[in-house]
């Protein structure tokens, strides 16, 4: 319009905006940040190298990579959901309590933590979505609950684990690639096509306006109701792996998981605002921060330090991210 | 004809609050059927009914002889009837293309249809509603107000099999030819056109016939052909307007702010002198630099370079809240009320008193008999009636939202007004009251810079009127020689005649 005399100018600016806004709305920047911190990892710990290191690195990932995953879905609709600590105990006593040998065995045990996880995601769906309930207060009473349920099972840290999920889910594929690389990698590949899919993008849609997906046809609640189902599922996957990766149950297993997982989510770059971001990058965030704490471990920092540093570590990449996000979306010169 | 869309004693309350008390009517099949009414009269609770986003609690509507109960969005366009709504319903960091196709976006069953095929149907369904200037991949965000409501018009039509409703489709629009010509498309299919705008000249050479709404009820269906203006006014108001605004003569008044070589945005080199007394207009065609020029005023938007003077002192402005306390006080009134100004759900007295609360105190209780009675006298300027002010500002209609917006920006005592389209989407009641407000204002020592996109009210209301074209002044125009067709022209660029309609042929 106005750039008739300069096209040439205006479609350099609009390219250049294309770019930068495909690299801010993709898991391009925590990739690279994590790719960056691998590589320091390697420099001060030659030994990262190691089949076993290496396996041993993503089995201690996963179970955060997979809760950020799950924490994902309602985050970008907007909602926010802290039954993650009380499912992934309670998944992972039900798991440590109910022995099932065999590769059979760990299926059906999936399958009932799966199917566990998603039932608690559906209440706390109908609580938010359905009678209105503001989600901090829902998902806090289903938190609780699912803690008291686990204890209710277990007293105590114990149980027993299978000997299948115990050595072969934490074993790695011709002894190169971790099994843990494979799940978070079909993790990636889920979203992708997800995100794709109807469902996905009106997760997005509902996340940045609600009003507005409304009104073109969306069923927001509908939405939000399956976000949190979605998250319940990735939940129990988490305490899938955390009950293999420990070998055993313990009824407070999921409280760590708190606070780290909306950690792993900030640093992935997804707006807690909802709308913007995705499971990907919430996978290379978890992925990251362990990935961190591994590097200043390897580095000799105390331990006093480690939560400092962890934070300021954080904060840069959220700055930097939304530095992106604003030189991205600097749109009012057009 | 026979009816498409018979309406009969339709109600809708909330709580204790009558929306709609009792409308009947009915809309024949390839009619364009105008709904006339003021601000909160009705008009949106019934659009809300007919398109799934609100239930009635009583009263029967029957689309083609079958009764019309819409439990949402998505079944209203089953039905055949698909809305434009007023404020627009896109989703800003999505494409044109999934905006048109939401919410289902992707075809396929199994696996997600591929990007390129998605933009394919997208681009023919431009295609088909004559849209050639926005392209499928491009991202709401980026599109200029005017393209935006093209879209959401354009999804509209593209679901609107029976009955197409359309609410305020101009606001943003600076010229119809388009959307008429689709509109006549759609009508020649005997598709029915509900068409709610302000603008009677717009209704009088589109609509046929015409239902007027007034405290949410309906008064009556006309012939437009049969009755007058002053008509439609009288039953609008119930009773007869008030007498055109008198003239104002030119202002010598101090010289309250200046810009000198304003670089900002669009705006390339800008020199504008407002003095005390005076109103000055804006008009431009769309995306000329007007958006850069009023933030850059209003303290939202940084300006590259040049000089902008305040009250005789060269002031930075950086901050809107910077800008109301460089004396003697800017108050800017955006363009978006929705995204850029407005509380929804705050009460109308508490969005008024706002700035000057913000501005004044720090950390100080507030006192809510003490806001009220500040809030009822700026109302009082605005016309805004005392009844509202407790009402969250969510539930009040979009002309009582811009009298609080007007009456906030009152309240700073700033003395200078810049106004972004004032009197954008609401009724000739409003419109009067904003206009009072205004002759009023600079009556007693402010000065107004306003855009508007409807040059009628330029016309109207301005002192003198700067014309941008390019980011640059291309004329100024005084009270004297101020007609339509002059500014229509100097909007097109300085060297080029004869005018062209505003808004390009596509």
Not at chain 2, 208 to 235: H, K, Y
Not at chain 2, 284 to 313: H, M, P, T, W, Y
Not at chain 2, 429 to 444: C, E, L, P, R
Request: include cysteine; hydrophobic fraction near 50%.
């Amino acid at each position: 319009m106005t750039d008739a005399t300069h096209p040439s100018v205006a479609e350099t600016r609009a390219a250049r905006r294309v770019t930068l806004r495909h690299i801010a709305d993709s898991a391009f920047l925590i990739i690279v940040i994590y790719l960056v911190m691998a590589v320091v990892y390697v420099a001060v710990q030659p030994s990262a190298l190691s089949a076993y290191s290496i396996e041993s690195l993503f089995n201690n990932s996963l179970p955060l990579m997979l809760a950020a995953a799950g924490a994902t879905f309602v985050i970008l609709q907007g909602g926010f959901d802290l039954s993650v600590a009380g499912t992934i105990s309670l998944v992972n006593v039900v798991i440590a309590t109910t022995p099932m040998e065999g590769p059979g065995g760990a299926l059906a045990l999936l399958a009932l933590a799966v199917a566990l996880g998603m039932a608690v995601g559906a209440i706390n769906g109908i609580i938010v979505a359905y009678l209105r309930i503001q989600a901090i207060a829902a998902t806090l009473a289903t938190m609780i609950i699912c803690q008291g349920i686990a204890l209710l099972i277990l007293k105590a840290p114990g149980g027993m684990v299978s000997d299948f999920m115990v050595y072969e889910l934490t074993a790695s594929l011709t002894d190169r690639v971790p099994y843990a690389l494979v799940i978070a990698a079909l993790g990636v590949v889920f979203w992708t096509i997800y995100s794709r899919t109807d469902a996905g993008r009106n997760l997005l849609a509902v996340g940045q306006d609600r009003k507005a997906a409304a009104l073109s046809g969306i069923n927001v609640q509908r939405t939000e109701f399956f976000s949190f189902v979605w998250a319940g599922a990735f939940y129990a996957l988490a305490a899938y792996m955390l009950a293999a990766q420990t070998s055993t149950g313990n009824p407070s297993a999921g409280e760590p998981f708190l606070l780290l997982t909306f950690a792993a989510v900030a640093l992935g770059g997804t707006a807690f605002g909802g709308g913007r971001g995705g499971v990907t990058a919430s996978l290379f965030g978890a992925a990251t921060l362990m990935l961190m704490q591994k590097v200043l471990f390897a580095m000799g920092v105390s331990s006093f330090y480690t939560g400092v540093i962890q934070g300021m570590i954080m904060i840069t990449a959220v700055l930097f991210s939304a530095a992106v996000h604003h030189a991205a979306s600097n749109r009012r010169g057009a | 004809m026979g009816q498409l869309l018979a309406v009969q004693d339709l109600a809708k309350r909330y709580g204790a609050t009558v929306a709609l008390g009792g409308v009947t009517m009915g809309i024949r099949a390839g009619e364009v059927h105008a709904i006339l009414g003021e601000n909160g009269a009705g008009k949106s609770t019934l659009v809300k009914i007919l398109s799934g986003v609100v239930q009635p609690n009583d009263g029967t509507m029957l689309l083609d002889g079958a009764p019309h109960t819409p439990a949402s969005i998505f079944a209203a366009r089953g039905a055949g009837v698909s809305t434009a709504f007023q404020e627009l319903s896109l989703i800003p960091h999505l494409s044109v293309a999934e905006n048109l196709l939401l919410p289902k976006v992707s075809r396929g069953r199994f696996w997600p249809e591929r990007r390129a095929s998605i933009m394919q149907r997208a681009a023919a369904i431009l295609a088909e509603w004559e849209i050639t200037d926005i392209a499928p991949d491009a991202m709401i965000e980026d599109l200029p107000l005017a393209q935006r409501q093209r879209i959401e018009i354009t999804r509209a039509l593209s679901h609107a099999t029976r009955l197409l409703v359309l609410d305020e489709p101009t606001a943003a629009l600076p010229d119809t030819s388009w959307l008429f010509r689709q509109i006549r498309r759609l009508t020649e299919r005997g598709v029915a056109v509900m068409y709610i705008s302000h603008r009677l000249s717009e209704v009088r050479e589109i609509c046929q016939r015409a239902t007027i709404l007034r405290n949410g009820a309906s008064i009556e269906t006309v012939d437009l052909a049969g009755v007058d203006d002053a008509g439609i006014f009288a039953m609008m108001v119930g009773h007869a307007p008030a007498a055109p605004r008198s003239e104002t003569e030119t202002a010598t008044g101090d010289i309250l702010l200046e810009t000198r070589d304003l670089h900002v945005g669009a705006i390339k080199g800008l020199n504008l002198t407002l003095r005390a007394g005076e109103i000055v207009g804006v008009a431009a065609l769309e995306g000329q630099g007007q958006q850069d020029l009023f933030q850059a005023l209003g303290g939202v938007r940084k300006r590259a370079s040049g000089d902008i003077i305040v009250g005789g002192r060269s002031a930075p402005l950086g901050t809107p809240g910077k800008a109301q306390r460089t004396a003697p006080g800017i108050a800017f009134v955006p363009e978006e009320r929705k995204a850029d100004g407005i509380f929804d759900n705050l009460t109308a007295a508490t969005n008024i008193v706002m700035a000057d609360f913000a501005s004044r105190s720090t950390g100080a209780f507030v006192n809510a008999r003490l806001e009220r009675n500040r809030a009822a006298k700026s109302a009082e300027r605005v016309a805004l009636s005392p009844r509202y002010l407790g009402f969250e500002v969510g539930n009040l209609s979009g002309g009582n939202q811009q009298k609080v917006l007007l009456a906030r920006a009152l309240m700073t005592g700033a003395k200078i007004l810049i106004l972004f389209d004032p009197a954008r989407g609401v009724d000739v009641g409003t419109k009067q009251s904003i206009y009072a407000m205004m002759d009023d204002f600079v009556a007693n020592g402010g000065t107004i810079l306003f855009y508007s996109s409807e040059l009628t009210e330029l016309v109207q209301l301005s002192t003198r009127c700067v014309v941008l074209y390019n980011g640059q002044v291309s004329a100024e125009v005084s009270r004297a020689d101020m007609t339509e067709e002059r500014l229509l022209a100097a909007a097109h660029g300085p060297a080029r005649t004869p005018p062209t309609p505003l808004r390009e042929a596509s």
